[in-house]
């Protein structure tokens, strides 16, 4: 008797991030319908594997997601943990607007099958005409029935004769995608679902805060090692999403340049650093090491003041971009959410304050976990991947009886075979 393929309802809700600094996981079960209890959180830094949110060692990048994946599974004391969500972003990534449309010819009931079909019609139409780019996510905008605007996705009760279905599709060298799968081929698991970096963030900074800020308008300010990315919301729309490929490292080597240390300039900077030299209270005179490079056992004198000088000047040149199109935007959203490593910086929310007329506020998940979770995950690190469990929880609602996927490279295998015998017969 052939053994009963096991669905994925029946394992915890796991998220991946392959970041900069190696790969995070996080797992978690559901307590009651809209909150999530923290099961694991477990990390690999071994390897260099990605760069600027792309994946460019894809053996390393296996070996981590094989182990935090087992590791996590010894936690939980499962016997494997065979698939997870993943969040993708990366230097490349852009937002497209698409749509499908149908026509049923007489009045009728809309099946969730034909919205599968025309959201993969998109991602086709895209990926046809494009041959060197791949869809990361599609993101509904809106829906029309006979004609009639609907922010929501229809239901099986509503009935029409013509069906239009309007997406923000979030496109990106097709590498990303490539580099990615290979990586979960090499660990012998498979990807659940993929989510964009930004929908994560916003599903879960929206989830605790309300949908009136989304509503109002907002933007999702996401200050990583190696990239800074922005993204624009009003409603269900997508108004604009630019990556720009500097970030928190990228100030810490300017620092690195005065003649120290890596690993000093980014204890520097954590420390004593402020986002403008503006907000230096105390200027202390620092006495630093110098890097061996430079003076062999060597002391440089370095004061707050210049260190955060350098720290805002960096961060100028990073942001300008980004502050113009907020500025362009600034009549029509309200809220400017912060995370990522680099946000927390001294004094980032009250620099930001002054260069925007937008309420800045840190995004925060804190509301989506339950009293138990330990304080740690709360920070904004973990937002991109507490987003993704609650879209990983209604991607399985939606979705209730599929069977866990088989890593991709059999999938394909077992596509070659039934082609093969297909051919035979």
């Not at 070996?63 to 087992?70: A, N, S």
């Not at 086709?124 to 029935?145: D, R, S, W």
């Not at 995370?339 to 509301?367: E, P, R, W």
């Amino acid at each position: 008797m052939a053994k009963k393929k096991q669905q994925a309802a029946e394992l915890p809700l796991v998220a991946i991030d392959l970041g900069s600094s190696g790969v995070r996981a996080m797992s978690a079960s559901r307590v009651g319908a809209d909150m999530l209890h923290i099961l694991a959180v477990e990390q690999s830094n071994k390897f260099p594997c990605t760069e600027r949110g792309v994946v460019v060692q894809s053996s390393n990048a296996g070996f981590m997601i094989g182990e935090v994946l087992r590791l996590m599974a010894n936690r939980l004391q499962l016997p494997d943990l065979p698939t997870a969500f993943v969040v993708l972003g990366g230097r490349s990534m852009q937002i497209v607007p698409v749509f499908s449309k149908r026509d049923l010819v007489h009045k009728r009931e809309i099946p969730q099958r034909l919205l599968e079909e025309m959201e993969e019609e998109c991602k086709t139409k895209i990926e046809t005409h494009n041959p060197g780019v791949a869809v990361l996510g599609l993101v509904p905008a809106y829906f029309k029935l006979d004609g009639v605007e609907q922010e929501e996705a229809p239901v099986l009760t509503q009935r029409a004769e013509l069906v239009e279905a309007h997406y923000v599709a979030f496109v990106a060298h097709k590498e990303v995608e490539t580099q990615i799968q290979k990586s979960f081929d090499q660990a012998g698991k498979s990807i659940e679902k993929t989510f964009v970096r930004p929908e994560a963030l916003l599903s879960a900074f929206v989830a605790s805060d309300g949908l009136e800020i989304l509503q109002q308008g907002c933007a999702v300010l996401d200050m990583g090692a190696q990239t800074t990315t922005l993204s624009v919301f009003k409603g269900t729309e997508y108004l604009y999403n630019k990556v720009v490929p500097q970030g928190g490292y990228h100030i810490t080597r300017v620092l690195e340049q005065s003649g120290i240390s890596l690993t000093m300039a980014e204890k520097l900077k954590c420390q004593f650093g402020y986002a403008s030299p503006a907000q230096v209270e105390k200027n202390l005179k620092l006495k630093v090491p110098a890097s061996p490079d430079v003076v062999e056992g060597g002391i440089l004198h370095i004061s707050s003041e210049e260190l955060s000088r350098t720290i805002f000047i960096k961060l100028e040149e990073i942001l300008k971009p980004l502050f113009e199109a907020l500025n362009s935007f600034g009549d029509r959203i309200r809220t400017l959410y912060i995370t990522g490593g680099a946000s927390m910086l001294q004094g980032m929310q009250d620099y930001l304050q002054q260069k925007t007329t937008l309420q800045v506020i840190y995004g925060s998940h804190d509301t989506l976990v339950d009293d138990t979770t330990d304080p740690e995950f709360l920070e904004p690190r973990y937002s991109a991947l507490v987003g993704a469990l609650i879209l990983g929880a209604d991607y399985r609602d939606e979705h209730r009886n599929l069977p866990v996927k088989a890593p991709g490279i059999f999938e394909r295998l077992q596509r070659q075979t039934e082609i093969i015998f297909t051919d035979q017969s």
